[in-house]
């Protein structure tokens, strides 16, 4: 339970779905922040994920915010680290260290840049959007099995869907997010356990465009 609050604390398009069915509550968080997932990878490893962001209000800030992830390790006398850094334009950015013994850290930087993406677009505070999703974080969610391709193969997966704002009396003020919808596509096949992880969230009345950020693993390579 301490580690269940402490992760919430720091906080698809390629699947087929086959079945669907709802998690109870503690599935959903065992599900999304799955143990021992970077437990197997080996060392001198990175894992590269791709970002690609449209947000129809605030192009610019897609543009920005659309790029590589790389996750790449080091051994400390006291811990495995986990380290993610955003690479874009010959350029890179440190986005944080974590225990690599606690799972993928990728889940937490997905959520966190769709709080401050939805925070930016609509306005409003990130605390309440971020409470609000970890809220859903620990409720009984939609989860689907499938399949999908993955490099020459065809892969078991499950997909849990989250809708942190279907029932906010705030919604009809978010310009669109209270319809967002966060799928995450996970496989015990993929380095890292995560697919895919997209936010989506249709454009407010009137305005140009939605909102879509997708987060999609690409390959595990040496360092």
């Not at 990878?41 to 610019?60: D, F, T």
């Not at 939805?118 to 009984?140: C, Q």
């Not at 936010?199 to 909102?211: L, T, V």
């Amino acid at each position: 339970m301490r580690r269940k609050l402490a992760l919430i604390a720091v906080l698809g398009a390629l699947a087929l779905p086959a079945a669907a069915a709802t998690t109870e509550a503690e599935q959903t968080y065992e599900l999304l922040f799955k143990e021992g997932t970077l437990d197997s990878i080996a060392a001198g490893s990175v894992l590269h994920y791709s970002r690609a962001v449209q947000n129809g209000v605030l192009p610019e800030a897609a543009e920005t915010g659309s790029g590589e992830i790389a996750l790449s390790f080091e051994q400390t006398p006291e811990a495995r680290i986990a380290n993610l850094q955003f690479l874009k334009d010959g350029k890179h950015r440190n986005l944080g260290s974590f225990p690599a013994s606690v799972g993928n850290p990728m889940i937490m930087y997905f959520y966190e840049t769709v709080i401050r993406d939805m925070a930016e677009t609509a306005g409003g505070s990130p605390f309440y959007i971020r409470n609000r999703i970890k809220e859903s974080l620990v409720r009984p969610a939609e989860v689907e099995t499938g399949q999908a391709s993955y490099g020459s193969k065809t892969i078991e997966t499950r997909t849990v869907t989250l809708r942190p704002f279907a029932e906010d009396p705030n919604r009809a003020r978010m310009m669109g997010f209270g319809d967002l919808e966060l799928r995450v596509t996970m496989s015990e096949a993929v380095p890292g356990w995560y697919l895919s992880l997209i936010a989506e969230a249709p454009g407010a009345e009137g305005a140009q465009g939605g909102y879509l950020s997708e987060l999609r693993f690409d390959e595990v390579a040496a360092q």
